[in-house]
């Protein structure tokens, strides 16, 4: 469900628009892999063994050659000619979350699994949602204009037509309503955005506002439109962001056409995700009566989004000032702000129901340890017929399952418990992995090791997100992941990416040889694993050479797919390796290959950035108040100065930061010597026992949950404290999410009481730390 078509979501695996401008500037393999030749010629000296005999974290020398002989075995197993036809079988016809076909592809993977042997079960929740009985929007003055709200079929798309089946163009989780009001154009409708809008004199309240797909997820902006006293909220797809300014459209081209729609959920997910009805308890299949004033994530006014064909008549009707140049998009027009002389009149009513999730979940127990479980997901529901979004990356996993199962007939079986999963209801709001999550909590507590969650997958660059302490391992297993265009390393690829078009940070990272991993916001199924239970989670895909504009709508559909995005299912195969090897290499180490490092190194980085937003606020509160002072004066001086006065802001105090230091030192010392120890005791922890194994891997499967805590404010259910999606960014990320927060919503006091639970939370981690150490410090010659 990503935010952004552009950005494919603002999920840390969506291709990001960096990676896209990159893929046009190296638009040939031999290109990318010039471009990745430089980088290893400028970066320091390989070492004198081969990447093969290169050691595996987690597993002794011996154990490692034996691995990367599984994963030969396991990558000649994986079988290309599969992946299209299962996707074009899953994709076939719609299947929303509640829909018949929903059922029915459910029940087909189900079957796959327990074909090649897994343990399967479908579990079923019911949860709220709502489908529309009502849409009408009109522009009532200066002229009457009525939006035709609909995507029209194109011969060149065979399942464009399925009419009857598709779900319209909508967004769930807004509220039934009847408004009318002056318009206003919002650009992105971000807090930003209202602030400029609020020094222009133009107030919202009581009036409709239009804003264009972008800049955060779509459910902030009903969100903030509600709070700044709007009625109404329309979201078009302007094609700045993924129309004719980037490329040919859909049919000719993959980009979106002027009728295409991007549906999706405008919940309020930062508050929690899951069924709008039951935070932080699974939503059992048992019927049971609703009354919608309990569904606390509902948006508060009505909301719609239009294709930039509807927008058009609207917002050339607009007078007033001119937009700010950064709010102009493509469109051929002028962009004026209103309000008004545009009047609109918005209408929307909605089917509220109960209506069933199906997850499909597949087990393959542990040989040695299957009370540790290794948990692998992507989910099967789509907005229409989703071959995109999400059944590229399903249809990898059904192959990366499928692969692991001939291992496992030829004999092996994994030392810990592998769990496949197909998720339902990720669209509306993660339903189907929360619900999961949060009826299996407990069990999860004590046995969840990873989550490796994956969506959306195409064309293009390794793009991976999550916990910092699994960034070691992720670098391995992309160093030994051979690209399908470049063939280089999907590692060397991307650090290629950084050295051509990356920044200051990134290119000196690629230079070092690192590759580094995004932080998770949220958008996807990795977040209840977790944000809200401190589970160690991954998100991984490929993408940035796919022409990606048909993101929820009718033409997501398998003949796009297999023109722009990924026709060969090279990049599908490439994501079976890379997450596979994940699985494997975590199922089979003879310890956890968690690494603390890396996550020292990051959490410093956190640290300082929280302490240099502090002093960019103090310096822009300054610089604020003082220009707010001048222009008084001058309007004192001038009778004919009309100017809107901005409220001056409280001066920034002395923020103490000694505690989020002290626990930041503390985590560096446990994490070196957690690394000497390890380093003598072997990659594998070669020298203890069975049972000191066995007692390490519990304390390193739990580290990760010592860093949640009590909840975050305004919002309990979300208790990372090193990772959060942000209260008025959604998917984006907020590292250190309630010190950074705090600061950034000027909450002085709570910036003292957010500092104390962070270190806390960071102290208590390295605590965990210092415990794995004294385990490892057992081994003989230790």
Known sequence: MPASPSNRCAR???????????????ATPAALAAAALAWIAAAPAPPARAAADAPLLGFSAAHAAEERALEARFDAALNREELAPWLKRLSARPHHLGSPYDKENAELMAGLYRSWGFDTRIEEFRVLYATPKERRLEMTAPRAFTASLTEPPLPQDSTSGQTSEQLPPFNVYSIDGDVTGDLVYVNYGV???????????????????????????????????????????????????????????????????????????????????????????????????????????????????????????????????????AWRGALAMPYHLGPGPARVHLRLAFDWKLVPAYDVIARLPGAERPDEWIIRGNHHDAWVNGA??????????????????????????????????????????????????????????????????????????????????????????????????????????????????GTPESRKEARSGEMRIGALGSGSDYTPFLQHLGIASLNLGYGGEGHYGQYHSIYDSYDHFMRFMDPTMEYGIALAQTAGRVVLRTAAADVLPFDFVHFSDTVGRYVKEVEDLADKMREETEDRNRAIEE????????????????????????????????????????????????????????????????????????????????????RPWYVHQIYAPGFYTGYGVKTLPGVREAIEERKWQEVDDQVAATAKAIAAFAAEVDRATAILKGAPGS
């Not at 239009?210 to 094609?239: F, L, Q």
């Not at 930062?270 to 935070?279: A, E, R």
């Not at 507590?445 to 960034?471: I, P, W």
């Open 12 to 26: 840390s695996v969506r291709s990001t628009g960096r990676l896209a401008r990159l893929a046009r500037r190296l």
């Open 631 to 714: 222009k008084l004066y001058e309007a004192a001086a001038d009778p004919t100065e009309t100017w809107v006065t901005p409220k001056p802001w409280d001066p920034t105090p002395h923020l103490n930061f000694a505690p989020l230091e002290n626990a930041r030192d503390r985590l560096a010392g446990s994490a070196r010597a957690y690394q000497a120890a390890l380093d003598k005791a072997g990659p594998g922890a070669d020298g203890l026992d069975a049972q000191s194994r066995g007692r390490l891997d519990q304390v390193l499967l739990m580290a990760e949950r010592a860093l949640t805590g009590p909840g975050l404010p305004r």
């Open 388 to 501: 995109t979004d999400p059944l590229s990356g399903q249809v990898a996993e059904l192959a990366e399952a499928h692969a692991l199962s001939t291992l496992v007939k030829g004999g092996w079986r994994p030392r810990r418990t592998i769990v496949y999963t197909a998720w339902d209801g990720e669209e509306p709001g993660l339903l189907g992995s929360t619900e999961w999550v949060e009826t299996h909590a407990a069990e999860l507590r004590d046995k969840a090791v990873l989550y490796v969650n994956s969506d959306t997958n195409g064309r293009g660059f390794l793009q991976a997100g999550g916990s910092h302490t699994l960034e070691k391992l992720m670098g391995q297993v992309a160093r030994d992941v051979v690209d399908p265009e470049a063939h280089v390393s999907v590692a060397a690829r991307r650090r290629a990416a950084d050295l051509v078009d």
């Open 191 to 325: 807090p930003k955005d209202y602030e400029d809008l609020e020094r222009r004199g133009i107030d919202v309240k009581g009036k409709i506002v239009i804003s264009r797909y972008g800049g955060s997820w779509r459910g902030i902006k009903p969100k903030v439109a509600a709070e700044h006293g709007a009625v109404g909220c329309i979201i078009y797809s302007d094609p700045r962001e993924d129309g004719y300014f980037q490329g040919d459209v859909y049919p000719q081209g993959g980009y979106r056409n002027e009728h295409s729609v991007q549906r999706g959920s405008v919940a309020d997910m930062p508050l929690y995700s899951g069924d709008p009805l039951t935070p932080g308890v699974g939503a059992s299949p048992d019927a049971r009566s609703f009354d919608l004033k309990d569904a606390k994530t509902l948006t508060k006014i009505p909301v719609l989004p239009i294709s930039y064909a509807d927008a058009t008549p609207l917002l050339r009707a607009l007078a007033g000032p001119m937009a700010p140049a």
